[in-house]
């Protein structure tokens, strides 16, 4: 069985903050991909990254950036400099290599950015 | 525009009628998926086709839903005799690949 767990329920930040959003897995499979969604207000899910399990390197995108540690099942995504627009729940995300791609998701967290 | 839609965008109905709800991929993508998304959670897997072939189930799936992909193009989503648990945000993805879904802007049904 997979799991995703997303530990912060709701986190509120003042513009410009740096905020780091949660997230542990739990699969067997020694294959899996990892994902972050955002979902905005307006309710579509929004794709943000995806990482396969040989591929550990960190990543940067603008002001966003990705940790992916597998000694302890980690993929927490960091927010620098968080704006207005950041506010909205966003999923971690995960799928196993014989899954047909389904995703599990996490229960998601809350990001509200406060001007 | 060119992203998966999804058609009604919101529904009201009655328990214990019937509500069928519709998803149009992305004209190339082979593969489709249904998800719902109850409040405050994440979406859960509800089902997978690949063209038109339903490959995948998920046990929350009862004998009151049923999904179709009849020419491996547009997919439909009914349940049947609705019940208040049913209350949720129905969303659909597609993809050309295992690991790159495309979601759309889901279904939000309310059974009254």
Known sequence: AQKVTQAQTEISVVEKEDVTLDCVYETRDTTYYLFWYKQPPSGELVFLIR????????EISGRYSWNFQ??????????????????????CALFGGTSYGKLTFGQGTILTVHP | ????????RHKITKRGQNVTFRCDPISEHNRLYWYRQTLGQ????????QNEAQLEK?????DRFSAERPKG?????????TEQGDSAMYLCASSLSFYEQYFGPGTRLTVT
Do not use: C, H, M, W
């Open chain 1, 51 to 58: 990482r396969n399990s040989f591929d550990e390197q960190n």
């Open chain 1, 70 to 91: 597998k000694s302890t099942s980690s993929f927490n995504f960091t927010i620098t400099a968080s704006q207005v627009v950041d506010s909205a729940v966003y999923f």
């Open chain 2, 1 to 8: 525009d060119t992203g998966v839609s999804q058609d009604p």
């Open chain 2, 42 to 49: 994440g979406p859960e897997f509800l089902t997978y086709f």
């Open chain 2, 58 to 62: 998920s046990r929350l799936l009862s």
């Open chain 2, 73 to 81: 193009s547009f997919s439909t989503l009914e349940i049947q005799r």
